[in-house]
């Protein structure tokens, strides 16, 4: 798994690139010559060979085997949705605020609540339309009590689209919350680590 | 007498055939994987043990597809092109000696279809006609593509088979036999026989042209995959397709074959050492066409016309005039 250092570094090119030195065409015949014989003599042919016959020596493979083995995501990424509760008690965050789906620029998160006996809001229905979703963050940056988040899974398939996705699917499971083996979310939708530094004071001098 | 010779050429002809045809199959699998291993990759790895299967799947694959003849393709000449690249690929293999004589129940086995005093005339000459399979193949098949194909395919034919001609001049002019068996007994004492050698020009220059020969990388424009689609190949599909290449494989085994028993002496004196140093020989040829697919870029048409005429052909016809004058004094 990245680091999150390395993954806030987004300077990845800083010294990793330079110029190649590429002479100018040869013109006259004497100079295309010249570069025959330079090339021949040489050896840059041999150059070649001997690279690729030395990283087959090496036998350094770069290939994922992609169903077995998997590169590591950011841990930041934005991929389906989960919904989270509380610990200990394994209630449910969302408070049915509406602001997710109010926020959604695609249109495709889908809610409704009522008030349940003890006047508090309850969540019915809750859908994500994951075809039309173009997992930006805005209903995890949106939500106020960290209940709806962005989580690592980036792996779906189904035969139907209204399969795509419900509730049920997004929720931590409730013995999980309740046993404790859930850690508080660090993924996308949480506040990031060095927020503090980032905050600037609201300009009000006008 | 004359039936058991009948018999005994059949099954040498079956068996060449069928060794050949897995070994192109094998030759497939080896490239992926050498190309792969080379370019940091796995290669093919899901059918069956470390991909080995993945032959299997391909015949499987190449057998079942539909046999498409487009619509304004000249019908017959279409469907007989993969036939004359294969065929005139297996033709070759008449004249070269696959191991050294030996004895098998009593009976002495010759490993050659046919040991003509033309040999090595024959296999370059059948080797030639080979090339009317993609020539054929990509002017009837009505494609654009595959007619530039068609035309790189005569240029580069007229080029490199002046090479070939040529390079192989002196050391025939040294040995003073068509034969490959007269071939390799005249390098039979060890290594210090080799006409590498005596002939390190002609050496080099038969191995460039084997490359135009078979169609190999540097020289890979006949079929050239991101310039022109697979040129003849571009209309073909399932076996037809797959005859092509089966003919391309086995002309880098047989060439391999022939390049060591002209220049590397060959099986040498026939022992064990000597045939399994000589399957050896053979397979680094055969891998080093692998190596250099992984290595080098393609050239131009024109580049390969200029290397043929201007560089390799001055460099033979020196090569004839310096040992002429060597036997002569």
């Known amino acids: ?206 | 007498m004359e039936v058991a010779y009948i018999i005994e050429t059949l099954i040498k002809i079956v068996v060449i055939l069928l060794v050949f045809s897995a070994l192109a199959g094998f030759g497939t699998y080896f490239e992926r994987k050498i190309l792969a291993f080379m370019q940091r990759r796995l290669g093919p790895m899901h059918v069956g043990p470390f991909g080995l299967l993945q032959i299997a799947a391909d015949g499987i694959k190449l057998f079942t597809k539909e046999d498409i003849v487009p619509t304004n393709a000249v019908g017959p000449i279409f469907k007989i092109a993969p036939v004359i690249t294969a065929a005139t690929a297996f033709m070759a293999a008449a004249a070269i000696p696959f191991l050294p004589q030996f004895t098998i129940f009593g009976y002495t086995v010759h490993p050659i279809v046919a040991d003509v005093n033309i040999g090595i005339l024959y296999i370059l000459g059948v080797m030639a006609v080979g090339f009317y399979g993609p020539l054929l193949g990509s002017l009837a098949s009505s494609n654009k593509f595959a007619l530039i194909s068609a035309a790189r395919a005569a240029s580069v034919f007229i080029s490199y088979e002046v090479v070939t001609g040529l390079s192989l001049l002196a050391p025939l002019m040294m040995v003073g036999s068509f034969s490959l068996i007269d071939f390799n007994n005249y390098q039979a004492g060890g290594i210090g026989d080799w006409i590498i050698w005596s002939q390190p020009v002609a050496f080099v220059l038969f191995w460039i042209a084997a490359f135009a020969e078979t169609g190999r990388t540097p020289f890979h424009l006949v079929a050239n995959d991101h310039e022109i689609i697979d040129g003849f190949g571009t209309e073909y599909s399932g076996m037809r397709w797959g005859l092509f290449f089966i003919g391309e494989y086995a002309n880098m085994f047989f060439i391999s074959f022939v390049i060591v028993l002209l220049f590397l002496g060959g099986f040498g004196d026939g022992s064990v050492l000597g045939a399994l140093g000589f399957l050896l020989k053979m397979s680094f040829f055969f891998f080093f066409f692998l190596w250099t697919r992984a290595a080098w870029p393609d050239i131009r048409p024109d580049q390969l016309m200029w290397l043929c005429w201007k560089v390799l052909m001055p460099l033979a016809v020196i090569n004839v005039v310096v040992t002429g004058f060597v036997m002569m004094f």
Not at chain 1, 59 to 68: E, S
Not at chain 1, 116 to 123: A, G, M, Y
Request: aromatic fraction near 10%; charge should be negative; include cysteine.
């Open chain 1, 1 to 206: 798994m990245m680091s999150l250092k390395e993954f806030e570094n987004r300077n990845v090119s800083e010294g990793a690139y330079y110029k190649v030195d590429i002479p100018d065409y040869p013109e006259t015949g004497w100079e295309k010559a010249k570069q025959v014989f330079s090339r021949a003599i040489k050896g840059e042919l041999f150059v070649g060979l001997y690279i690729v016959m030395r990283e087959m020596i090496k036998f350094d493979i770069h290939t994922v085997q992609y169903p077995k083995e998997k590169l590591p995501i950011g841990p930041r990424y934005r991929a389906v949705h989960e919904m989270q509760r509380l610990w200990e008690s394994g209630t449910e965050r969302c408070i049915g605020c509406g602001l997710c789906e109010k926020i959604c620029i695609s249109d495709c998160i889908r809610m409704d609540t009522k008030i349940d006996e003890q006047s508090r809001k309850q969540v019915t229905e809750y859908t994500i339309n994951l075809g039309r979703c173009i997992f930006c963050g805005y209903c995890a940056e949106v939500c106020p009590e960290l209940a709806i988040v962005h989580g690592g899974r980036y792996e779906n398939t189904s035969e139907q689209r209204a399969h795509y996705i419900g509730y049920e699917d997004m929720l931590t499971p409730f013995d999980m919350a309740v046993k404790g083996q859930v850690a508080e979310y660090p993924g996308f939708g949480a506040i990031t680590p060095h927020e503090d530094e980032r905050v600037k004071s609201t300009p009000l001098a006008y």
